[in-house]
């Protein structure tokens, strides 16, 4: 499978459609989903391009991946969701349920979170 460089993730890294923008720095963008889950819920993406979370651990050196998963512990920090607690969770492929190809952590916080698969 060869990475969509059309998707929509990839289109709001171009900046050729909007998002909601909670932090960037040179390794990921996080911003709010357009559909929220929980009261809180924010999408932390890579800068690369990458399909999913194998394709990211696989490809990414390990530079580029511990600043990812530091801007994702960052944004959670900066939200105010340390102190309460908080869900990361990425979803793969057909069974994971995964809607857009470029890898993503969703970021779920701001309330008492149900069951881990609903
Ligand atoms: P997944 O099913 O893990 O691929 O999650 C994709 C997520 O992207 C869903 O939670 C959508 O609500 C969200 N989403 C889709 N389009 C946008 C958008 N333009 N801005 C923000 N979030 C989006």
Redesign the pocket.
């Known amino acids: 499978m060869t990475y969509d460089q059309n998707n929509?993730?990839a289109k709001?890294l171009r900046e050729e459609?909007p998002?909601?923008k909670v932090y960037e720095d040179m390794y990921a963008l996080a911003?709010?989903?357009?559909?929220?889950?929980a009261k809180l819920?924010v999408?932390v993406i890579p800068k690369g391009e990458y399909i999913d979370f194998a394709d990211f651990i696989g490809k990414a050196d390990a530079e580029t991946v511990q600043g990812f998963f530091g801007a994702v512990a960052h944004v959670a920090d900066e939200l105010g969701a340390s102190s309460d607690g908080y869900r990361i969770?990425?979803?793969k492929g057909h069974n994971?349920?995964?809607?857009?190809?470029h890898f993503?952590i969703?970021l779920f916080a701001g309330e008492k979170l149900g069951r881990m698969i609903g």
């Open positions: 929509i993730f709001i459609i998002c909601n911003f709010h989903d357009i559909s929220p889950q819920h999408l969770l990425s979803n994971g349920g995964q809607e857009v190809p993503h969703h």
